[in-house]
């Protein structure tokens, strides 16, 4: 599940522009889909667990963020900022899947 909150993290790069918070669904080849809430503080909560600090990059199309010490990132095959906006992504761990927008606020 921090894996898939890392890998979450990193949905966030497909998102040029941010709202207040950004919901992403991430859909793994392999496992559970994970919801992730990405907010304009730079933090990003998992099904309702404890905030984790995140980067992004925008021109690297990469989110990056550490959980219990180990450091993942996402990169986004697209960039994107509306909802219905679905992206391939892969992440440093060797996982990959898909990643939709599903909401935001403002």
Same mark, same amino acid.
């Given at each position: ?9 990193? +949905?966030?790069?497909?998102?040029? =522009?941010?709202? /207040?918070? !950004?919901?992403? *669904? ?7 889909? @994970? ?8 933090? +990003?909560?998992?099904?309702?667990? =404890?905030?984790? /600090?995140? !980067?992004?990059? *925008? ?7 550490? @959980? ?17 906006? /679905? ?20």
């Amino acid at each position: 599940m921090k894996k898939i909150l890392v890998l979450s993290a990193f +949905a966030l790069a497909a998102l040029p =522009a941010m709202a /207040a918070s !950004t919901t992403v *669904e991430f859909v793994p080849a392999e496992g559970d889909k @994970v919801v992730i809430v990405f907010n304009d503080d730079g933090t +990003a909560v998992m099904n309702g667990a =404890a905030p984790v /600090a995140y !980067t992004m990059d *925008e021109a690297a199309k990469q989110i990056c963020s550490t @959980v219990d010490g180990k450091s993942n990132c996402a990169t986004f095959e697209t960039w994107g900022s509306e909802i219905g906006h /679905a992206t391939p992504y892969t992440t440093s761990e060797g996982s990959s899947g898909v990643a939709t927008i599903t909401a935001k606020t403002e």
